[in-house]
């Protein structure tokens, strides 16, 4: 699976941005977007990667870390194979390089994921 990130950028705080992921390809057991889990982390500099927010293949199983919650949210578009991250209410510490992530469950995706894309940056200003 070929994950593509883009939205990135500069935003005030209290703004907002979306990002999006477009999917291509399959897993190496056949698997294509529409039966694997997707989701973002986020790594600024000098920090742990840390996850953000995953949404299981169907839409039934979404998951975010605390530091997002209710602000940031997750949905996906199985027909365009793509994923999104609206976040609002941003803050500078929401400031990283964000990449989207796919694995064949939630636990793996939060922790090891097999497929990655190449990260975008958000910058949020004070």
């Known amino acids: 699976v070929q994950l593509q990130a883009s939205g990135g950028g500069l935003v005030q705080a209290g703004g907002s941005r979306r990002l999006s992921c477009a999917a291509s390809g399959r897993t190496a057991t056949g698997r294509t977007f529409n039966d694997i889990t997707v989701g973002w982390l986020r790594q600024a500099p000098g920090k742990e990667r840390e996850f953000v927010a995953g949404?299981?293949?169907?839409?039934?199983?979404?998951y975010y870390s605390d530091s997002v919650k209710d602000r940031f949210t997750i949905s996906r578009d199985n027909a365009k194979r793509t994923v999104y991250l609206q976040m609002n209410s941003l803050k500078p510490e929401d400031t990283a390089v964000y990449c989207c992530?796919?694995?064949?469950?939630?636990?793996?995706?939060?922790?090891?994921?097999?497929?990655w894309g190449q990260g975008t940056q958000v910058t949020v200003s004070s």
């Open positions: 949404i299981s293949w169907s839409g039934g199983k979404i």
């Open positions: 992530a796919a694995n064949n469950g939630m636990r793996g995706l939060m922790s090891t994921p097999r497929y």
